[in-house]
Nanobody, 121 residues
Framework: QVQLVESGGGLVQPGGSLRLSCATS????????MAWYRQAPGKQRELVAA???????NYADSVKGRFTISEDNAKHTVDLQMDSLSPEDTAVYYC???????????????WGQGTQVTVSS
């Protein structure tokens, strides 16, 4: 059962911009902390941007100042605005949702199928 669906990936020139969107259910959106990860060829999946349980944002050093994560409560979506893109940003980008219990333990995690972002030329 598909619960997270990414869109917005594609081919862009260096210096360009893309906006990724992750659509999910109201149940997941209201109960989970949302995040974006990426995985480049030959590298491990890494955290790009995330919300914590208090709604604060966290960014990888490599994207800070260029990427912005945001949520739309009405549409149950989480977006990643990507500006000033460079070839090093080329990767498959994944939406992630994680739920924690009252003890701080993660009790559920959901992944999208991923969307390809290629920065070239």
């Amino acid at each position: 059962q598909v619960q997270l669906v990414e869109s917005g990936g594609g081919l862009v020139q260096p210096g360009g911009s893309l906006r990724l969107s992750c659509a999910t259910s109201a149940i997941i959106f209201s109960s989970c902390a949302m995040a974006w990860y990426r995985q480049a060829p030959g590298k491990q999946r890494e955290l790009v941007a995330a919300f914590n349980s208090l709604g604060k944002t966290n960014y990888a050093d490599s994207v800070k100042g260029r990427f912005t994560i945001s949520e739309d409560n009405a549409k149950h979506t989480v977006d990643l605005q990507m500006d000033s893109l460079s070839p090093e940003d080329t990767a498959v980008y994944y939406c992630n949702a994680a739920r924690y219990n009252s003890y701080g333990a993660r009790v559920a995690q959901y992944w999208g199928q991923g969307t390809q972002v290629t920065v070239s030329s």
